[in-house]
């Protein structure tokens, strides 16, 4: 219901937000916060930054990727703080649950987490939420995701990285998520 909330508010507003399912949760992230990201876009509440968003630190910006090679994208939480590939959310997310009577729930979370966002001319083809800081795309899809590296296959693609920093599952109301204002820019061969 709410996805059909925030894409008739899309079409109504004219609005930006990716509004596009993403295509992973990794580490702890999870549908609610693919939902928090995109309400911050449809607010216009993601500050294009150079001193607070995150920045791929490698591969290189402008890189030509072999098909056959996947790459680990690397970025840090901003460019005074590099963090760490584990990212600053704790590790253990398992699910829990209040009993017979309820169901299943993934604890809150708190710490920095990343709306990954691949585009080819502006449109997002391919996205992932993660609390992570590198990601690669996965070694085999199943027959409910698509395989992400052959969607990047023989094109030019742009990564948007968008961060925020939650506090038991929210941004808090004075701040903002961030992205840097150049997306990293990167092409994958046909070979």
Known sequence: MRTLVLATLLTACGGNAPSREPDEYVGCATDEHWLLFDDQELAKKVMESSTLAPQVTAPPIGSTFAFSDKPIFHWNQDPDEAGDSGGDVPADCPQWNLGGLSILHLPVVSGDLYDLQFSISGAVFYRVITSLQEWTPPATANRSMIDAWKTFRNR????????????????????????????????????
């Open 156 to 191: 030019q693609v742009s990564l948007k990285i968008v961060r925020a920093k939650l506090l038991r599952n929210d941004l808090p109301s004075d701040t903002y998520a961030y992205a840097a204002a150049t997306p990293f820019a990167f092409t994958v061969s046909n070979w």
